[in-house]
C-alpha cells in the first residue's frame, strides 16, 4: 500500500495517543518515511512574523501576553494597528532577509468591517504584490470577511486550535472551541489556505495532545499548515511560571503530525529559541519543514537569523 492510499480522517484517539507515545525512533522512522514521500523537495519554509496591533485583546487566553486580562501584570503596552507603509517596509526587509511567507496577526477577538479591516486589505494586497505568501491572524472571522480576504490575495489564515476541546475550558473563557471550527470552516469555504494548530507545555495530558491533532486530522480537508508551538511561559500570565515543555515531547507532536496530515508543512514555531539545533534538526528529521523566521514572533524573542540560514545550511536543507 502507498502512503499516498494512508491519507487519513477517521483517527481514533487511542490510536494518536499510542503514536505519540511510542518508541521515539520507530515514531521518528515512520514519520521521516511519510516526509520524505510528500516531500521529497527537502525545503524549509521561512514565515516572517509581524504583530499588527499588539495587546489589549479581550480574550483572556492563559498563555498570551496580549490579552488585556493581564496587562497590568505583563506590562505590556498596547499599540493600535500599524500604518500600511510601515508593514509593507517590513514586508520587504523580511523578503530581502529570506522569507517567503509574512505573517501578520492582531490581537483581536474577531474582525470587525471598518477602517481596520481595510488597512488589512491594503496590507494583504501590498504583500501578495511583493511576490510573498500572505498570512494573518486576526481573531473570528465571517464568511464574507473570509472572501474578501481571498480577493485580496491572502494565502493563509491562521487560527489555532491550540488544545484539546477539553482542556480549551481551562485556557480560555470567552470563546469556544466551536467558534474556533466555525472561523476554520469559513477559512476553508473562501478558498484561503488553513493555518492551524495548537501549543504543548500548558498543562495539557497526552490525550489532550492527541485529541488535537485527531481533531485537526479528521477534517474534511487536512490544514496546509499546522503550527506547532512549545508555550513561552510569559511573566504575569497565569502561565508565566510553568516549566518549559521537554524538547523530545515536541518531536514527538511534529512527528505525530506528519504521519497524520502527510502533505501539510508542520511549522516549529513558538518556543524554538529553547531548542539546541539538534533538537531543531530532530524536530525537521520528524516531519517539520517550516519555521519562523525573524527576532521576533508577535511579542517574544525568536531564534537569531544568521544562526537559522547556517542550522539549514548544515542540514543540508533548502529554503523554500
Ligand atoms: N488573536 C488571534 C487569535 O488568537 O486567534 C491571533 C494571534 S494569537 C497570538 C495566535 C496564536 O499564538 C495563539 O492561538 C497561540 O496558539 C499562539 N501563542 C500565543 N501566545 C503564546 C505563547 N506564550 N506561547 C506559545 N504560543 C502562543
Ligand atoms: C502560531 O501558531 N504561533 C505564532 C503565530 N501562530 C501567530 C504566534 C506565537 C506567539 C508567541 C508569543 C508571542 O511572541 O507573543
Ligand atoms: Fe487575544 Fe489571540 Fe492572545 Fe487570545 S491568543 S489573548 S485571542 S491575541
New binding site residues.
Partial sequence: MTQQAEMRHDWKTDEVVEMLESPLMELLYKAQGIHREHHEDNTVQLAS?L?IKTGACPEDCKY???SAHYAKKTGLKKESLMDVDAVLEKAKIAKEAGASRF?M?AAWKQVREGEDFDKVIEMVEGVTAMDMEACV?LGMLNQEQADRLAKAGLKAY?H?LDTSPEFYKEIITTRTYQDRLDTIDCVRKSGVTV?S?GIIGMGETITDRARMLEILANMAVHPESV?I?AL?P?KGTPMGERERVDPLELVRMVATARIMMPKARV?L??GREMLNREAQILCMMGGANSI?YGE?????ANNDTNEDQEMIKDAGLKVA
Avoid at 296 to 300: D, G, N, Q, Y
Fill in positions: 512574523l504583530s498570551c501576553p496580549q505573517c496577526g491572524t491562521n489555532n493555518c494548530g503550527p508551538n513561552v510569559v511549522r514555531s513558538a519562523f521576533k514572533l508577535l511579542t517574544t
